[in-house]
């Protein structure tokens, strides 16, 4: 029996401290090691998915349900009275009484070379009494009994069609093709699973932090407001000027407000992804997700990628699975196109006596043979069924050949895409890394000029919207670019091994 079976494989992770949930509404941290292994037993997706070759599974098993042999036994008691007869002289004889006993068994089935079989046995023993009249014209009675009885093997073998593939053996490789496909489709079904929960972990990172720029914006435009508030008072700036202070902290408490509604909603759709019991164990907690958003540099090879794509994506996989599917279809139509020619035979023994016992006892001995061969061909003279299923099967074949070919570049290309992606998402993580460490400076210069009264509230306002802005850039890009390194691990179909996720399928 074939059963798939998931191990995570996870250095630093304790099964005890995942199984640890609370609901005080209490934060969790929460890895992303963690966050997969979670997923792996309770997403609802995935045990969704999980039955699907399990169902495959024995469908398969039912199609070897027709080599199964199948018995059946009968037994019957019948009586029968027949009517008088007239005789000359006017004497009236009493009809004849008879019963009769019969018991048959059979015992049939096919083999999974598409030989028919057949062992029948029966016996019947009839018993009764005549009368006749004898010379002085007395009526007597005339008691009788026998029986008899065979036992019989007969077979029937095909030589051309439905001799090396017939529709139960169609069935059953069909069958063993669609539990690879239903072990494939859980394989992708899981990838694609752990890729989105990869990727909305890193937005959940994203919106904490983003949360986090945003609170310092705040920090920065009211501590700019109590400034104001203190030259203004000495007279060292227009009332204007801590207007627009105040305008700039008020939207910056907005800002705030709505990154913390998208974190929430983001904290959602991960919890979403890593439990069945989201109401019991899960809605009143705040994840808190461990690390931050980093970019090593790449290492991509367009050529490995491309490699990996070709040979490991399941995709592809599914795509020659049903190129094999339709490869069976194909030699069971080509093996219809031939006429019907079996042969066949019967070998088995006579019995019969006075009893039950006599009879069984002529067949045990075994010396009243009975045997019979022969053949039997079937022409049938136009075959259109069979000529246009196997014309169609045959295009169908080659329809999907290219669907594959097709697939297989559309791979590469997109593996090409996403190479070029990482590489500029790396570049924009640097430039926009700059881009924030210049608007830190230029801040802290334009807030020492502001103090001397060389620059103006104004342009320290813009400064600090700018900083805003370019920290935000850059965590996105942060952001983008691991996504992007989930998302060519999943069209290379790597993303169980670079998540260290052993699936076995035993």
């Given at each position: 029996m074939r059963l798939l079976r998931i191990l995570l494989v996870l250095a630093g992770v304790h099964t005890a401290a995942l199984a640890q949930t609370n609901t005080t509404g209490e934060a969790r941290p929460?890895?992303?090691?963690?966050?997969?292994?979670?997923?792996?037993?309770?997403?609802?997706?995935?045990?969704?998915?999980?039955?699907?070759?399990?169902?495959?599974?024995?469908?398969?098993?039912?199609?070897?349900?027709?080599?199964?042999?199948?018995?059946?036994?009968?037994?019957?008691?019948?009586?029968?009275?027949?009517?008088?007869?007239?005789?000359?002289?006017?004497?009236?004889?009493?009809?004849?009484?008879?019963?009769s006993d019969t018991f048959l068994g059979d015992l049939g089935g096919k083999a999974p070379w598409g030989m028919t079989y057949d062992i029948s046995g029966n016996v019947q023993d009839t018993y009764g009494h005549n009368f006749g009249v004898d010379?002085?014209?007395?009526?007597f009675k005339i008691p009788f009994e026998n029986s008899r009885g065979n036992v019989n093997l007969s077979v029937t073998q095909?030589?051309?069609?439905?001799?090396?593939?017939?529709?139960t053996r169609l069935n059953i490789h069909v069958a063993k093709n669609r539990l690879k496909y239903s072990e494939v489709t859980l394989k992708l079904q899981i990838m694609q699973i752990l890729t989105t929960l990869e990727q909305a972990y890193y937005d959940l990172i994203y919106n904490r932090e983003n949360l986090t720029v945003q609170q310092k914006a705040v920090e920065l435009a009211e501590r700019l407001v109590m400034?104001?508030?203190?030259?203004?008072?000495?007279?060292?700036?227009?009332?204007?000027?801590?207007?627009?202070?105040?305008?700039?902290?008020?939207?910056?408490?907005a800002a705030v407000f709505a990154a913390k509604s998208q974190l929430d909603t983001q904290e959602r759709l991960v919890k979403s992804l890593i439990t069945d019991r989201y109401l019991d164990d899960w809605s009143a907690i705040t994840l808190e997700p461990v690390g931050t958003l980093t970019a090593v540099p790449p290492v991509v090879n367009l050529r490995d990628s491309w490699s990996k794509g070709l040979s490991q994506r399941p995709e592809l996989q599914q795509a020659k699975l049903d190129?094999?599917?339709?490869?069976?279809?194909?030699?069971?139509?080509?093996?219809?196109?031939?006429?019907?020619?079996?042969?066949f035979g019967s070998y088995g023994f006579n019995g019969s006596g006075s009893e039950f016992s006599d009879a069984l006892y002529d067949i045990q001995r075994t010396d009243r043979p009975v045997w019979s061969y022969g053949g039997k061909i079937s022409i049938p003279l136009a075959n259109l069924r069979a000529r246009n299923n196997y014309k169609s099967t045959k295009a169908n074949l080659q329809q999907l050949t290219l669907a594959l070919k097709q697939l297989e570049q559309n791979t590469m290309i997109l593996i090409d895409n996403?190479?070029?992606?990482?590489?500029?998402?790396?570049?924009?993580?640097?430039?926009?890394?700059?881009?924030?460490?210049?608007?830190?400076?230029?801040?802290?210069a334009e807030q020492k000029k502001l103090e001397s009264g060389k620059s103006t509230t104004y342009t320290v306002l813009q400064v600090q919207r700018d900083l805003t802005s370019a920290r935000g850039s850059e965590i996105q890009a942060l952001d983008a670019?691991?996504?992007?390194?989930?998302?060519?691990?999943?069209?290379?179909g790597t993303t169980l091994q670079r998540l260290n996720v052993n699936l076995e399928v035993k």
């Amino acid at each position: 029996m074939r059963l798939l079976r998931i191990l995570l494989v996870l250095a630093g992770v304790h099964t005890a401290a995942l199984a640890q949930t609370n609901t005080t509404g209490e934060a969790r941290p929460l890895t992303l090691q963690e966050a997969i292994e979670l997923a792996l037993k309770h997403n609802l997706d995935l045990q969704i998915d999980r039955y699907n070759p399990l169902v495959s599974f024995y469908g398969l098993k039912a199609n070897y349900g027709d080599y199964d042999p199948t018995l059946n036994l009968q037994g019957s008691h019948s009586h029968n009275e027949a009517g008088s007869q007239l005789l000359g002289g006017g004497f009236t004889i009493p009809g004849s009484v008879s019963d009769s006993d019969t018991f048959l068994g059979d015992l049939g089935g096919k083999a999974p070379w598409g030989m028919t079989y057949d062992i029948s046995g029966n016996v019947q023993d009839t018993y009764g009494h005549n009368f006749g009249v004898d010379t002085n014209g007395q009526i007597f009675k005339i008691p009788f009994e026998n029986s008899r009885g065979n036992v019989n093997l007969s077979v029937t073998q095909p030589l051309l069609r439905n001799f090396w593939i017939d529709s139960t053996r169609l069935n059953i490789h069909v069958a063993k093709n669609r539990l690879k496909y239903s072990e494939v489709t859980l394989k992708l079904q899981i990838m694609q699973i752990l890729t989105t929960l990869e990727q909305a972990y890193y937005d959940l990172i994203y919106n904490r932090e983003n949360l986090t720029v945003q609170q310092k914006a705040v920090e920065l435009a009211e501590r700019l407001v109590m400034e104001n508030r203190k030259r203004l008072e000495v007279g060292a700036l227009a009332p204007l000027d801590l207007q627009s202070a105040e305008a700039q902290a008020a939207s910056s408490r907005a800002a705030v407000f709505a990154a913390k509604s998208q974190l929430d909603t983001q904290e959602r759709l991960v919890k979403s992804l890593i439990t069945d019991r989201y109401l019991d164990d899960w809605s009143a907690i705040t994840l808190e997700p461990v690390g931050t958003l980093t970019a090593v540099p790449p290492v991509v090879n367009l050529r490995d990628s491309w490699s990996k794509g070709l040979s490991q994506r399941p995709e592809l996989q599914q795509a020659k699975l049903d190129i094999e599917r339709a490869g069976l279809q194909l030699k069971y139509d080509r093996n219809q196109l031939y006429p019907e020619l079996d042969v066949f035979g019967s070998y088995g023994f006579n019995g019969s006596g006075s009893e039950f016992s006599d009879a069984l006892y002529d067949i045990q001995r075994t010396d009243r043979p009975v045997w019979s061969y022969g053949g039997k061909i079937s022409i049938p003279l136009a075959n259109l069924r069979a000529r246009n299923n196997y014309k169609s099967t045959k295009a169908n074949l080659q329809q999907l050949t290219l669907a594959l070919k097709q697939l297989e570049q559309n791979t590469m290309i997109l593996i090409d895409n996403d190479i070029g992606t990482i590489r500029a998402n790396y570049d924009q993580v640097q430039a926009t890394r700059a881009a924030r460490e210049f608007q830190e400076a230029a801040l802290a210069a334009e807030q020492k000029k502001l103090e001397s009264g060389k620059s103006t509230t104004y342009t320290v306002l813009q400064v600090q919207r700018d900083l805003t802005s370019a920290r935000g850039s850059e965590i996105q890009a942060l952001d983008a670019y691991n996504k992007s390194l989930s998302q060519l691990s999943l069209h290379e179909g790597t993303t169980l091994q670079r998540l260290n996720v052993n699936l076995e399928v035993k």
